[in-house]
């Protein structure tokens, strides 16, 4: 059973190019929030601070990590791999902090599959529509945009999972969707009523996949 006085772990998730990023800094904001910061094989990009963004380490390391079940859960995403340590964020939950987890759909089937003894909310963030993702996913920095057709290819299959998490938030305007996520938070932490349309969330989704 959770504790009442122990923080509650958030999963943000959404297909590349929706704006979760974003959303996980501006909730880390919050008092009592803290973001898992995960470890990845992947290179930084110019705009990312090591330590802070991401941990970085070669794949060597990130072995070495999943030998020692270091990980509380890990994924291989776009062809690097990825993953969130146990220690810290069991630290911050057992210290009453609320801790956000920008992961992908792998990560968070792993998280719930573990049951653990904290509150857990997942979320999943989808973008307005099939144009508007192109048009993010094309002002990114300069090696991204030689990969933007592979990442529209791969939203057709990461928005399936959409279906496998509490709450899926449309991102057409930034403040209005981390109002939505806050508020939702909030009632999940008070257990408060919930504003929540489950079939305006289908049909977006059927619209987006068609
Ligand atoms: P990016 O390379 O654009 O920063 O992240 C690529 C994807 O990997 C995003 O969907 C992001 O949420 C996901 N990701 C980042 N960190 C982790 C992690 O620790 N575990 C998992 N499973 N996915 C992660």
Redesign the pocket.
Known sequence: MPIDNDGVMII?????GAG??TLVSLLSKLDNFEI?I???T?EP?PS?IPNK??YFVNENEFKRLINNQE?L???K??N?F???TRTPVINNLNSGKNVL????????D?IKNKKLDYRLVTFFILPPSKEVLFERLSNRDMK?KLIVGERMKQFEH?VLHWINYDYVVINSDLEKCYEKIYSLIKAEINNGSKDYDKDYIRKHVEKLTS
Do not use: C, M
């Open positions: 943000l998730s959404s297909p590349s979760k990023t898992s995960s470890h990845t992947r990009r990312e963004d991401y990980f859960e890990y994924a995403v776009f690097n990825y993953g969130s987890f920008d992961i992908d759909w792998q990560g968070a792993q991204d990461d």
